[in-house]
């Protein structure tokens, strides 16, 4: 099993949020791998040192009320320690945060992006990433046909730091385009293409800020479809990949 | 039983771990930190996060490994700096 592509599911694995196999697996690779077993160990004493620092959020007795009576019973999970207080003082943060700029500033770009955010993600998560296999982009390209109803062109990576790892579909707001996954240093880049035509909504590329994201992320329109770069690598590396599209297409 | 290895400085000790990690929860962007104490702290589900935050789970991901990650950092950061304070002071010490 190699090692990093387990780092990415790592916190997963801590929250108890991984399919029950995966769990199995994951188990029996911690207790025969010292680095990941060192790293979840570490996790876990994080996650708990963050409990008890939660228990210092202490609402007041009405707010306790009204969050009681707006939650349901939840079933408690393999690292509960029973925190009856803490569910509703850690819902202090999370209404003030409601109430006050979360939902009032989420913009129909930035939901759209964060849509992106989520696929780019949880196909990293995945234990198949990708389901066409190739460095070759005359390979991964033709893989495409027949399944998106548009054509686009791959870059050429000769002499540059990046790497094709391989493709798979993806949707967005039911809309099938393309998701291609590259590798630079380790840090993997996708790269989405769809129709400009068939998003629901124009995108407002100014607003698309990197503070507003986790990644670092660029978008633009050409030829009548959208392209998004998507990654944790350096906001240079995506420029890099995101001009190699440009001149490609 | 846990309690009875506690005593006055271990007691401190937690404390004061406990607020270096308030801190630094404190100074994580507001859609981390909520997605943080969610999890970690009332242990919902990824689910659960996602639908009261009315986000899909996927951004619950990306933004708890995020949350995660600064905490880490800031954490680091912060006891580098305290060794370099402590190392400081001694310093200023073996030079009286």
């Known amino acids: 099993m190699v090692c990093e592509s387990w780092k990415e599911k790592l916190d997963a694995y801590i929250d108890g949020e991984l399919p029950e196999a995966d769990m199995r697996t994951f188990d029996a690779h911690v207790r025969s791998c010292h680095p990941c077993s060192a790293d979840a160990l570490a996790r876990v004493q994080m996650k708990r040192t963050i409990q008890v620092a939660g228990r210092r959020f202490t609402p007041s007795a009405e707010f306790r009320r009204r969050v009681q009576l707006s939650i349901a019973p939840k079933p408690r999970r393999s690292f509960g320690l029973g925190w009856m207080f803490a569910v509703a003082a850690a819902l202090i943060l999370v209404v003030g945060a409601v109430t006050s700029t979360y939902v009032g500033t989420r913009s129909g770009s930035g939901q759209f992006v964060s849509e992106i955010a989520d696929l780019h993600v949880a196909t990293l998560a995945s234990s198949s990433p990708v389901d066409v296999i190739s460095t070759d982009r005359h390979t991964v390209k033709p893989w495409f046909q027949g399944k998106i109803p548009f054509a686009f062109n791959l870059p050429e990576l000769q002499n540059s730091e990046f790497s094709l790892l391989g493709g798979r579909m993806a949707y967005l707001d039911q809309t099938p385009g393309a998701h291609l996954i590259y590798d630079v240093r380790k840090h993997h880049i996708s790269v989405f293409v769809f129709q400009e035509r068939s998003l629901p909504a124009k995108l407002n590329e100014n607003s698309l800020s990197p503070k507003q994201l986790s990644f670092n992320l660029e978008t633009w329109s050409q030829g009548g479809l959208r392209y998004f770069v998507i990654g944790d690598a350096s906001p240079g590396d995506i420029d890099s990949l995101a001009k190699l599209f440009k001149a490609a297409s | ?96």
Do not use: F, W
């Open chain 2, 1 to 96: 039983m846990p309690v009875e290895n506690e005593t006055p400085e271990t007691i401190l000790m937690n404390r004061s771990n406990s607020e270096l990690v308030l801190s630094a929860i404190d100074d994580l962007p507001m859609h981390h930190r909520e997605s943080l104490l969610l999890c970690d702290v009332e242990e919902m589900s990824y689910q659960e996060i996602a639908e009261t935050l009315s986000i899909p789970v996927g951004t619950v991901m990306s933004r708890l490994s995020r949350a995660r990650s600064m905490l880490r950092d800031h954490l680091g950061r912060k006891l580098q700096g305290d060794e370099v304070v402590k190392e400081g002071k001694r310093g200023t010490n073996y030079g009286l």
